[in-house]
């Protein structure tokens, strides 16, 4: 780059985003979670440690604060339970929010990690290469959301997570991380290459419906939606488009609508600008009953 | 009262501090040791750490960096007054500086060597650490150029290797003392070697002049810039209490502080330790002190600059930090920070505590202290309640492991420290004969007492 360039034309080089970048052609892959559909039953997070090779801490860590949950239910309650006289478990009123890496377009993981051990793929993933990582937690430390995982102990020897015969049970698609390593939700990206490797031999693309994530497969309620955010067939795409949500915006202009928008999509802390691939739709009822 | 006294004969000054390296008090030998059973402690805690994983020090998933972190700047931090007093002063002509600055300038050595290591004790796989220098490879696989950490990386690599060059050089002609003056024993052939064969010609004082400039020259932007690279670390961030414009000049301002504190602390052992009353006397203490003074007043001003920036700023979770830092778990140590940080240091404003050498020693130690839980008051409330309410965690505390090896780095760097003046001239004994020599010439010409000499 030149210094005519610096000097003159910057603005032409600079990018506010990814998206800008390098346009995801033919894949982005996105999600959409349906509050109103999600009763909080945690059988997203229980398929995905299947799935994924998650290692069950136990009791003890996970009340340090040290569990594995790539996929974790969020309980919030419509009452203060925190004011005096609150109960924990008030009989009513609690609401769930699925949360994993928001796979964002811009992530703060990325820009920080020392070693590049955490990417952006073409198709719009944050991918983390465990072989890479060098444990310095710079990205947890910069993610907005919290979604990701040190591994804090040895789990796969010393912790013995898996005991023999148990670790038959170890999905062989995806690797199982030792001490000292980032991890976090990949968006099944084992799944999404079989099923890009499938449709290339077949010489097509990926059509929706051809790969599932692991806690959508789970989820009893179908809350969860996963697909292509550029196939204008999948499923993923028509409801971000119902819902006027759009990839690369910080605000969504139908929230700067009079009155406010009746539209149920949103992102998490998207004024951060990091542009999460996954949007929520609100849940409809106020309080539960 | 004067700096030194000007009628200090030259071979008394060889002679007194050639002492140092052979008959310290007793006091030397059990600081040393304290020294080594603290680092005793952090090998301990270390290695217990190393085998079962960094999960002991309980950290969690919101508390990913701990007290290593902070006790990394910290020593990053104690590492710029070495560099203030012998390359910033030395350019502006302060000769008062001289019979200080080299200790000075090992203590920036030492605390570099220091919080190299929290690198290594804080990554989760030390024994890849060297994935994070830009070395050639075949995969081609280079670091990430645009992470602080990296710039951190290089900016403390360049530091620790120029500022050990810089001590080195500064202490050739002494080496050539201490060679001369050696009986036939291993130091005799040591200082030999690292003297390099210096004889005080005229050609070689004058390349040494010019190469201790130019260092000299060369170390300044480097100070400035590794600080303000680690508060990059925390400034480059999206975090609330993090994200803030002022941090790099507010983090040179706090090693600046710290540095000059660990400065009267060391200085008042060492006068003690090594007899260097004649070299080490109180009006250069005051002078230090004075210094130590302005620059906890810049510090106190871009603390205040860093709260009204986020008090009066837009980002409504930032300014909920702030609350909680001054309401929540962390309030008494915010509170302690604060108190002594800006608070003690007035104590350094009436002249009778100036020069009282157990006041100073008192007050040296807090204020390092409040520096210490500056740090830690940067590092640990963000993690504990950022913006994601979900994720707060006030109730994690650091575990005894991560308490050892922050206490066992005290132990290591006093040991460093320690040893360094046993075996090197601490106090400069050429550019002492200078500041004499200047001294006594200037009082001739007042038309005073001759010197002695």
Known sequence: MSVSTLLENWSDYRHLHPVDDVPHNPYKWAMSIDLDACSGCNACSVACYAENNLPVVGREKFAHGQAMHWMRIERYWDEDISAPGGRDFPDQGAQFLPMMCQQCEAAPCETVCPVGATNHTPDGINSQIYNRCIGSRYCSANCPYKVRYFNWYDYPTTDNVWPAEMNQQLNPDVTVRGKGVMEKCTFCIQRVTVAKNNAKTQGRLVRDGDVQTACQQACPTSAISFGNLVDPESKVYKQWKAQHVELDKEAQTKDKEEGGSDLRGYRILEELRPYPSVMYLERVRETAI | ?453
């Open chain 2, 1 to 453: 009262m004067k700096d030194i006294r000007e009628d200090i004969a030259w071979a008394k000054i060889n002679q007194d501090v050639l002492k140092s390296l052979e008959n310290p008090r007793k006091l030397f030998w059990i600081i040393l040791f304290v020294a080594i059973a603290m680092v005793g402690v952090a090998v301990g805690c270390e290695i217990y750490q190393y085998q079962v994983g960094l999960g002991v020090g309980n950290f969690d998933n919101p508390h990913m960096w701990g007290l290593y972190i902070a006790t990394f700047i910290f020593w990053i931090g104690m590492s710029h007054s070495g560099t203030l007093l012998s390359a910033i002063l030395h350019l502006m002509h302060a000769d008062w500086r001289k019979p200080i600055y080299r200790f000075a300038e090992a203590m920036t050595t030492f605390s570099l060597m220091t919080a190299g290591l929290f690198v290594a004790v804080h990554l989760g796989r030390v024994w890849q650490i060297y994935y994070a220098l830009p070395y050639p490879n075949g995969r081609q696989v280079w670091p990430n150029f645009q992470s602080p950490l990296l710039w951190d990386a290089m900016a403390i690599f360049t530091y620790l290797s120029s500022s050990i060059l810089f001590l080195y050089v500064g202490m050739i002609p002494d080496l050539a003392i201490c060679r001369d003056n050696m009986r036939d024993c291993w130091r005799k052939k040591f200082y030999t070697v690292l003297s390099l064969g210096w004889e005080g010609t005229d050609r070689q004082w004058r390349n040494f002049r010019v190469t201790y400039l130019t260092i000299a020259c060369f170390l300044i932007p480097l100070a400035v810039s590794v600080h303000s690279i680690v508060a990059s670390d925390f400034a480059m961030s999206q975090q609330p209490g993090w994200h803030i414009t002022s941090f790099p000049p507010y983090f040179v301002a706090g090693a600046l502080y710290s540095g000059c504190a660990a400065i009267i602390t060391l200085f008042i052992i060492l006068r003690y330790v090594f007899k260097f009353e004649e070299y080490m006397t109180l009006p250069i203490l005051k002078k230090t002190v004075r210094l130590t003074f302005a620059i906890a007043m810049v510090w106190t001003y871009l603390n205040f600059i860093e709260y009204a920036s986020v008090w009066y700023g837009h980002n409504q979770v930032a300014k909920d930090l702030l609350i909680q830092k001054a309401t929540g778990p962390y309030a008494p140590f915010w509170w302690a920070m604060n108190f002594l940080g800006s608070v003690v240091p007035f104590i350094m404003f009436f002249k009778r505590f100036q020069t009282n050498i157990p006041v100073l020693m008192v007050v040296s130690l807090l204020l390092n202290l409040g520096m210490w839980l500056e740090r830690w008051m940067i590092v640990a409330p963000t993690f504990s309640h950022g913006y994601y309410p979900w994720t707060w965690d006030h109730s994690q505390w650091p575990s005894f492991v991560q308490w050892g090896i922050v206490f066992g780095s005290f132990g290591w760097f006093t040991m460093l420290f320690m040893v360094f003046c046993k075996v090197f001239p601490s106090v400069s004994m050429y550019e002492v004969k200078e500041m004499v020599y200047h001294r006594s010439r200037e009082t001739k010409k007042l038309g005073a007492v001759e010197g002695a000499h």
